[in-house]
């Protein structure tokens, strides 16, 4: 195995603590955790399922990936059948899983990206590239390729079109495509796309997974509550995987998810929220000198002020702000940060009075 690296997220304390002796306090921008309440129908299900002394299956249960697979179909146009639904205790232990799951000796992942793509490849002991260009890769086979959009930290959006040479060029190679769309339902000036949208795929999933999350668009982070679906021949193979290693979402959660992907109306009223915060922090942030650039979807707005994004995190600190630095999620982001709009309404309004 590959050695990991060092948490990145340790390397922020001291600016955290300088941001944390603002008289009026900290505005924490710096990880995208929701803040909001867990939907009251939601906490409900998990409620009425604690009485759960028995082992929950690791495939989920039949309500569970009915209301995925309808989720997909109503949002997002995309058609699976239920059985190829597979549930996860949140996306992230399965990003960084995945390539041990497919025995992958080369994974590679975009420049910019969250950091446990890379993990992930160095715990399987694998290759690890971070690339844009499928033309950069080289030669070499490549067993897993990780997408992301909207992606983190940016914000980006891939098209359809870039989407379906993604898709072209993996199935020449015999390459895994892994789409992590977790924040597909937050597209502002951009709609993202599914990689299993059949304007994409052509109708056909070989090949290809996608990867979502409940945590962003139900407040769900607290509950680890995600779910992968695609291919149906890789889904089999890892959900015997998963049998194997007991990797099981807990049956409350199960039916707390299940009451969250059949419910629109919550996720449309978070969604406004995220909206309007982003409405005012985002021109506070131009008007104090940063650009901001792509976030044209996701949770974060992706700024520079041509400085150092080290300089830059430390500026902000001392005035109560903490934000994330770009380097984090590769170096072609070092005069970057990131900024995330999930905050209270009260700490987004305080981070505008001092931003001015």
């Not at 759960?52 to 990936?65: D, F, K, Q, V």
């Not at 992301?148 to 098209?159: A, D, H, K």
Request: glycine content about 8%; aromatic content about 6%; hydrophobic content about 40%.
């Amino acid at each position: 195995m590959n050695k990991l690296p060092d948490f990145p997220w340790d390397r922020l304390e001291p600016y955290k603590e300088r941001a944390l002796a603002h008289p009026d306090g900290i505005v924490d921008l710096s990880v995208g955790t929701p803040v909001d309440p867990v939907p009251e129908a939601v906490q409900q299900a998990l409620k009425q399922a604690a009485d759960s002394p028995g082992y929950p299956l690791t495939h989920g249960t039949n309500a569970l990936r009915e209301a995925a697979a309808g989720w997909l179909r109503r949002r997002h146009g995309v058609t699976v059948d239920q059985r190829d639904v597979l549930p996860l205790i949140g996306s992230k232990e399965f990003v960084a899983w995945l390539p041990t799951y497919l025995g992958a000796g080369r994974v590679v992942f975009p420049e910019l990206a969250y950091p446990t793509y890379d993990v992930g490849a160095r715990l399987a002991g694998a290759t690890a590239t971070a690339s844009d260009s499928t033309l950069s890769v080289g030669p070499e086979h490549v067993d897993l390729l990780w997408i992301n959009s909207p992606g983190n930290p940016t914000g980006r959006v891939l098209p359809a079109e870039h989407l379906r040479k993604v898709v072209a060029w993996a199935r020449e190679r015999g390459t895994v495509v892994a789409s992590d769309e977790c924040y597909i339902e937050l597209g502002w000036e951009e709609q993202p796309v599914s990689i299993l949208h059949p304007d994409v795929c052509g109708g056909s999933h070989e090949g290809l997974l996608a990867v979502h999350s409940l945590s962003k668009r139900s407040n769900l982070a607290g509950y680890r509550a995600g779910f992968v679906t695609g291919d149906p021949v890789l889904v089999k193979r890892l959900l015997e995987t998963r049998k194997h290693a007991g990797m099981i979402m807990p049956k409350p959660v199960q039916d707390a998810m299940a009451v969250a992907l059949g419910d629109d109306t919550h996720a449309e009223r978070q969604r406004e929220l995220y909206s309007a915060r982003r409405a005012v922090l985002r021109p506070a942030l131009e008007r104090a000198g940063w650009t901001i650039d792509h976030s044209t979807a996701g949770l974060y707005l992706w700024a520079s002020n041509g400085q150092n994004a080290w300089d830059q995190v430390s500026k902000l600190s001392e005035i109560g702000i903490l934000v994330a630095p770009g380097d984090f999620y590769g170096s072609a982001g070092e005069r970057h940060i990131r900024v995330a709009v999930t905050a209270t309404d009260e700490r987004i309004s305080a981070a505008v009075r001092r931003l001015q």
